[in-house]
């Protein structure tokens, strides 16, 4: 008998000759999520085995499990011998377990992978059925709302499991390419990096801060947002650009209506050219449509107009209550929700223009020379490797 880890996946059924691609970045996933439990992974027939982790540590590891994307649900199961005997007692075991002396109903899951097997489904069923309702007196089977579950399948070896957990979905981490996260310290922009992750994409992020307007403590709180997406999107390459010179030279210098998308375009400038270097092929932004002034059509329309790169904006047609409630799932709102102040709300105009016209902004961001600023910035940026796991 040998407590394992049932992994399923779902996704990546459907791509075809990729799929060998597709299941080795899920393995790596599997593999760096489960660093330093001893685990042992292995896949087959369309499953994965995690075997090794210590039976006091199997909820932490399934709780990792989670957190991968790629991966549809996760079984804590015994297994055992394709043996009768070996079966009941497993399922008698995990029974006792799940009852704990009360009165319980429970109904018996049976597939039978393995057809040389000698019992079909059906009878695998019915016959543990018995088995259990003999062990104990005070189990009832109740066949639509059982309160326990006990599965049993038959593959290379019988397992047998009560709990199927649902993991993250999407598709592997690695499997889409890199790109580039604008992250702030609010709460949409961690939410966009973990939906882009969740369809693959491997992660850098970009964040521009204003010291002294900004803290020191508004910038470990990035950070700090970082890794908690990079428990789920893998090691991200996070960095953090000073933006002051920048900033000051659109407040002096720049119609004050303007600031706003005048910033937003220099920081989609930046972020592209650290974008290439670091091999990322598209922009994220935690931007929704008209949820501020900087995110109204036209607003984003002179926004993609600074640089050449795609930009995703998972969230536009999300309702902020949608992201929080992401967010919340996620683990990040609590972060973001922390008082802070941000290079984005310090200088923010008192009326600021709703619909900006692409000529008109390319008009105002000319008035000033700030190639040299972008590059002194560019220089400036640190790189930290943020990793959650
Ligand atoms: P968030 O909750 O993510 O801060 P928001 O609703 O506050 O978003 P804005 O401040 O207008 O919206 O920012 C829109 C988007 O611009 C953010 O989601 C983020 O992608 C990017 N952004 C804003 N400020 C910064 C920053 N200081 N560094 C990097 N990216 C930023
Ligand atoms: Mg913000």
Redesign the pocket.
Known sequence: MEQILLVRYGEIHLKGLNRPFFERKLIEGINNALRGFGATVRREQGRIYVHGVSEDRIEDACDALTRVFGVHSISPAVAVEKDWDAIVDAAARLTEQAAGGQAKTFKVYARRSDKRFPMNSEAISRELGHALLQRFANLKVDVHAPEIKVCVEIREQAFIYADEIMGAGGMPTGTAGRAA????????????GYLMAKRGLVLSA?????YPY?SARARDK?VTLTRLVSRYAGPIRLHL?P?TEIQLAIYEKCPPKET?VLM?RL?MRI?EQIAQKDGALAL?????LG??A??TLESLCVTDDAVNMPVFRP?IGFDKEE?VSIAKRIGTFET?ILPYE????VFVPQHPVTKPEVEKLRESEAMVDFTPMVEAALVRTELLLVDGV
């Open positions: 996260l604008l992250i702030s310290g609010g709460i949409d922009s961690p939410v966009a970009v964040h521009f801060y204003s900004t990035v650009v933006f706003t937003r920081m972020a994220i932004t935690g931007e929704a949820q501020v900087s995110q969230l992201i973001s941000d290079c984005c709300t």
